[in-house]
């Protein structure tokens, strides 16, 4: 999908945390599933060849066959289908699914999870990080599966709840304010963030 990608994950992983005010981890995947699926619609418009692999594979996953419906044209999403019809995997018996856009998101998580326990090693990052609203739950979850330190896993899951804490000033003072437009535009946006901070994001179109 991305070649050049894992050069610079730690770089990129570092920029959006102090940059986002979610969870950078979603953050970036969502911006590599992005852009891997804008490279795949061009290359399944432009190549029989990828078609073809596509259809052998089984397709994509329907979560991703929805998001590549809705970036692809009509055009391409008849091109592949046909594809599918013509030469998909399910003619072998073969009624599975390697969704290749899942495969290589997966790859790519696994690197940046990676880079992100490496970057919360440093004093100074950790400084940095708990000013933010952090990770999601799901992300913390993968996390803590891959830090060894019990010192560092007790930091992360107090900077978590801390994380959160801190919201509860906004939440009591937007829950005295009656009318819901008359909040600050700024304190409304924490509703998202706590929803994204619990429950981590999945797409950039809904
Ligand atoms: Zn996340
Ligand atoms: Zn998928």
Redesign the pocket.
Known sequence: MITETIKNIDIELKEKIAEVKS?P??SL?MDYEFNGLAQIQYEVTHSEKTRKQIAQEGGFCDFHFRQFKKIASGKTNILLLKAFIEEGSYKKENFTIECRICKYINEYEKNLLEAFTDIILSEEKRIEFNRTNG??F??LRQVNTLIRDENTKAWLHRTHIEQIERMKADFNLMNTINSFYEIDIEKRSLINILI?KIA??KTGAL
């Open positions: 969870c981890l979603c995947i990770i999601c799901v992300h994204e981590g994001r």
